[in-house]
C-alpha cells in the first residue's frame, strides 16, 4: 500500500485556476471511484472537501471540483481566494476497509 | 453536531505502548453508516492511515502498522481506542480519530482536534 503522488506545491493569483493533481494505481484511485480531497490550514485537523472524485460536501464552495481519468485523480479551485492557502490532501479507498493518502500539496495564493 | 475528542497521554517512552482514546458526542457510535478511525501525522509532514473499526468491533489495520497496532471499541462509553506498541520517535505525531463512511469507501466527514503524542525518554 503506497501513497499517492501529489506535486508539493501549486500556486495561482487571486482569481485563477489552480488543478493539483494525485495519481495512484489500479488498485485504488484507478479502480474505486472513492477518492476524497481534504484541506488543511496550519494547526487545524483536516477539512472534506470533496468525496466520492466529484461530490461537493454541504457548505463547500462551488468554485472546488474534483475529477478523475484512470490512475489519476485532481482537485481543481477555481476563483482562488487567499483563504484557499493551505495543504491539501487527496485520499483514495484501497480495498478491504484500507484507506491511502497523497503526501500532500501546499497551496500557495500569490 | 457530532464532535470527537481524543485524549490521552503526551509523553510515550521508547518500547513502551502508545494508548490513545476517542470519545464521540452529538451522535452514537453504534451505527451500520460509518465506522470509526485513527490517521496521524507527523509534524510537517502527510496524513497516514492508521486503521478503523466497526461498532461490532471488527477492525482493519494499515499493513505496514498491523503488527504494532490494536484499535478497539466500546459502544457502553461511546468511545474506540488505539494502541500502538513498541514505539520509537518515529511514531511521535499528531493522532486524529475520525468518523468514515461506510458507503462512500473511506470519506472522512468528521475529525477530532488532534493529540500530538511524543516519544521520548
Known amino acids: 500500500q503506497s501513497a499517492l503522488t501529489q506535486p508539493p506545491s501549486a500556486s495561482g493569483s487571486p482569481g485563477q485556476s489552480v488543478t493539483i493533481s494525485c495519481t495512484g494505481t489500479?488498485?485504488?484511485?484507478?479502480?474505486?471511484?472513492?477518492v476524497s480531497w481534504y484541506q488543511q490550514h496550519p494547526g487545524k485537523a483536516p477539512k472534506l472537501m470533496i468525496s466520492?472524485?466529484?461530490k461537493r460536501p454541504s457548505g463547500v464552495p462551488d468554485r472546488f471540483s474534483g475529477s478523475k481519468s484512470g490512475n489519476t485523480a485532481s482537485l481543481t479551485v477555481s476563483g482562488l481566494q487567499a483563504e484557499d492557502e493551505a495543504d491539501y490532501y487527496c485520499?483514495?479507498?484501497?480495498?478491504?476497509?484500507?484507506?491511502?493518502f497523497g503526501g500532500g500539496t501546499k497551496l500557495t495564493v500569490l | 453536531q457530532l464532535q470527537l475528542q481524543e485524549s490521552g497521554p503526551g509523553l510515550v517512552k521508547p518500547s513502551e505502548t502508545l494508548s490513545l482514546t476517542c470519545t464521540v458526542s452529538?451522535?452514537?457510535?453504534?451505527?451500520?453508516?460509518?465506522?470509526w478511525g485513527w490517521i496521524r501525522q507527523p509534524p510537517g509532514k502527510g496524513l497516514e492511515w492508521i486503521g478503523s473499526?466497526?461498532?461490532?468491533?471488527?477492525?482493519y489495520y494499515n499493513p505496514s502498522l498491523k503488527s504494532r497496532i490494536t484499535i478497539s471499541v466500546d459502544t457502553s462509553k461511546n468511545q474506540f481506542s488505539l494502541k500502538v506498541n513498541s514505539v520509537t520517535a518515529a511514531d511521535t505525531t499528531v493522532y486524529y480519530c475520525?468518523?468514515?463512511?461506510?458507503?462512500?469507501?473511506?470519506?472522512?466527514?468528521?475529525w477530532g482536534q488532534g493529540s500530538l503524542v511524543t516519544v521520548s525518554s
Open positions: 452529538g451522535g452514537s457510535i453504534s451505527t451500520n453508516s460509518y465506522y
Open positions: 473499526i466497526y461498532y461490532s468491533g471488527s477492525a
Open positions: 475520525a468518523r468514515i463512511g461506510r458507503s462512500s469507501g473511506g470519506t472522512i466527514d468528521y
Open positions: 466520492e472524485v466529484s
Open positions: 485520499s483514495s479507498y484501497a480495498g478491504s476497509n484500507t484507506v491511502v
Open positions: 489500479s488498485s485504488d484511485v484507478g479502480y474505486f471511484d472513492y
